[in-house]
C-alpha cells in the first residue's frame, strides 16, 4: 500500500506485480535488481550472492545496506503480524481490496487472521478506521 500511496504522491505509478515477483521492477529506477535481491534473501534462494552484487553495482554500498535492513524488516513484520494472528486493520483492509486479489495476497497464510469477506473498497478513504491499539484503554 505504502508504494502505492507514495508513487502517487510523486505522480507515477508502481507496478504492484513486482511486489510478488511476477513483474520485472516494478516501474522503478533499478526496480529489477532490487526485487532481485529482495526476492533471492527472502527465499535464500542461490543466486542471493549473485543479486547483492549486481544491486551494489548499480547502486553502491550505502544503498545496498538500505535494501538489506529493508528486507530484514519486511520479514520480520510480516512473519510476527502472521504466527501472532494479527489481522488487518479496517483501513487496510478497505484501501487494499482490490489489489490484494489481483496480487493473490489473499491466498498467503496470514490472509487468514482477517476476515476478507468484510472488506468495502468504498470505504477506502475511511480515515476514522486507522490502526488502532488492541486492548484495555
Request: hydrophobic fraction near 40%; avoid cysteine; proline fraction near 3%.
Amino acid at each position: 500500500m505504502l508504494l502505492r500511496a507514495s508513487s502517487q504522491q510523486l505522480g507515477t505509478s508502481a507496478e504492484l506485480d513486482a511486489t510478488v515477483g511476477r513483474g520485472g521492477g516494478g516501474g522503478i529506477e533499478h526496480g529489477e535488481e532490487i526485487v532481485r535481491f529482495g526476492e533471492a534473501v527472502t527465499r535464500g534462494s542461490s543466486d542471493v550472492d549473485d543479486a547483492r552484487a549486481k544491486l551494489r553495482g548499480v547502486l553502491g554500498d550505502a544503498a545496498l545496506i538500505d535494501a538489506a535492513a529493508i528486507v530484514g524488516i519486511f520479514n520480520g513484520l510480516v512473519r510476527n503480524a502472521d504466527f501472532s494472528g494479527i489481522p488487518l486493520d479496517d483501513g487496510t483492509l478497505h484501501a487494499s481490496a482490490e489489489f490484494r486479489g489481483e496480487l493473490g495476497l489473499n491466498d498467503y497464510a496470514g490472509a487468514a487472521n482477517t476476515e476478507l469477506g468484510r472488506a468495502d473498497p468504498g470505504r477506502a478513504g475511511d480515515l476514522s478506521l486507522g490502526p488502532r491499539l488492541v486492548g484495555p484503554a
